[in-house]
């Protein structure tokens, strides 16, 4: 179980990383930028939840190894646009570039959605159920708004589509389903429900009522 829960960490810290650095490509930050943006994007919303648990030191600062692997992608993709800057306005980059950062941005929420009701869980004797699912979102969420505040956009998940639903969708699956298909399936099912909706909701246009 410890190498499948360490196996999402590392897949969810290079996607959110990956779409931290490639913002702060765009944004035309250097290359110290760029990592502190993905690294902050892949770790943040998982010190938010180490905060909020008591988890003292957070886990980023405890465990290295999720900065390094942020800090290794995020140097990696500078690397790549730094010496062929012509992909950024190149037809490989309207077409598929556009389709990997959504990727990148919608496999790191339900994995870290998964992941933080996951450890509060473990940490939290009593059952709560609520509790769980808020930390699972807040972990899922929070990379990406502390990446969107610094790089001076609005939070994605207050304008573009279903973006937090998904997480608290796929959050409310696990809960529901970890005591009777078990802890990994349960995980597995409530990542695949927060991707399924984020796919959905981008390909289709879904998005919540708002005041036009």
């Known amino acids: 179980m410890d190498t499948f829960i360490f196996i999402l960490e590392i897949i969810g810290t290079i996607a959110f990383a990956s779409s931290g650095a490639m913002i702060a490509v765009e944004k035309k930050m250097d290359i110290f930028g760029v990592n502190i943006l993905g690294a902050t994007t892949a770790v943040g919303g998982g010190i938010m939840r180490d905060v909020i648990l008591g988890v003292t030191p957070p886990t980023a600062f405890a465990k290295p190894v999720y900065i390094l692997f942020a800090i290794l992608t995020s140097t990696l993709l500078f690397a790549i646009v730094y010496t062929t800057p012509d992909i950024l306005h190149s ?5 598929i570039y556009d389709k990997i950062m959504l990727w990148c941005d919608t496999v790191g929420l339900g994995i870290f959605t998964v992941l933080g009701i996951q450890t509060a869980s473990r940490l939290v004797t009593e059952d709560n159920p609520f509790f769980f ?7 899922g969420v929070g990379g990406g708004v502390l990446r969107d505040i610094m790089a001076g956009e609005t939070p994605y998940i207050l304008v573009r589509e279903i973006y ?3 997480s608290i969708a796929g959050g409310i699956v696990y809960v529901v ?16 429900v927060t991707v399924v909706i984020r796919a959905l909701a981008t390909h289709f246009h879904w998005n919540l009522l708002r005041i036009r």
């Open 91 to 95: 037809k490989i980059k309207n077409k």
């Open 133 to 139: 699912i808020f930390i699972g979102v807040l972990t």
């Open 164 to 166: 937090a639903s998904a």
């Open 177 to 192: 389903c970890r005591s009777s298909v078990g802890e990994a399936s349960g995980m597995l099912l409530g990542l695949g």
